[in-house]
């Protein structure tokens, strides 16, 4: 007889792990085959396994733990301060308007947005310098359809739920990344 039952806790961890370190290995393909091989992509691929390690916990926790997310951001201050250094204020300035831009509502209901969210938008804001903008908007518009898939899916239930949206800003800045290259490539 063949278990159909729903899969367990360490089965749906290891999935969703799989997932997230098969999506951080096309993204740094994908800047392998756009930029070339480099220091720089050394630092990308450290962000991008940065971004599947956090939206994986985020998925299974709802939380992006400070342990992760803060030496990673020193990480990519350090290495935008090396690496880019004429590029060092845009990756400053974007850093922290975008956790300002995460942090504004996170203070008002911690049900809106978590800090661990802001902080994450921080480390994204570093490393992706102007493009950053855009991978919030990516972000915005996929945490949005999977919202009105939620909401078309479970109906009422659904406006009171709350989901993870660190993935979302992680899948937003990988795309930004491939398209536009971020603070480290000019």
Request: a positive charge; one cysteine or more.
């Amino acid at each position: 007889m063949v278990d159909v039952s729903a899969p367990t806790g360490i089965d749906r961890q290891r999935a969703v792990g799989l997932l997230a370190g098969t999506a951080a290995f096309a993204v740094v393909a994908a800047c392998v085959l756009r930029f070339g091989l480099g220091v720089e992509t050394v630092v990308v691929a450290a962000f991008c396994a940065t971004l599947a390690v956090i939206s994986t916990i985020d998925i299974e926790t709802r939380r992006i733990p400070n342990r992760i997310v803060l030496p990673a951001t020193a990480v990519g201050l350090a290495a935008v301060a090396l690496l880019a250094p004429d590029r060092f204020g845009e990756a400053m300035l974007a850093g922290v308007a975008a956790f300002v831009f995460f942090c504004i509502p996170g203070l008002i209901s911690a049900r809106w947005v978590g800090m661990g969210d802001a902080k994450l938008a921080l480390l994204i804001g570093i490393i992706l310098g102007a493009d950053t903008l855009s991978a919030l908007f990516l972000a915005s518009i996929g945490g949005g359809l999977f919202a009105a898939a939620s909401i078309a899916v479970r109906g009422r239930a659904a406006l009171t739920a709350t989901f993870a949206f660190g993935p979302f800003i992680a899948a937003g800045a990988a795309l930004a990344l491939i398209s536009s290259g971020g603070t480290l490539y000019s």
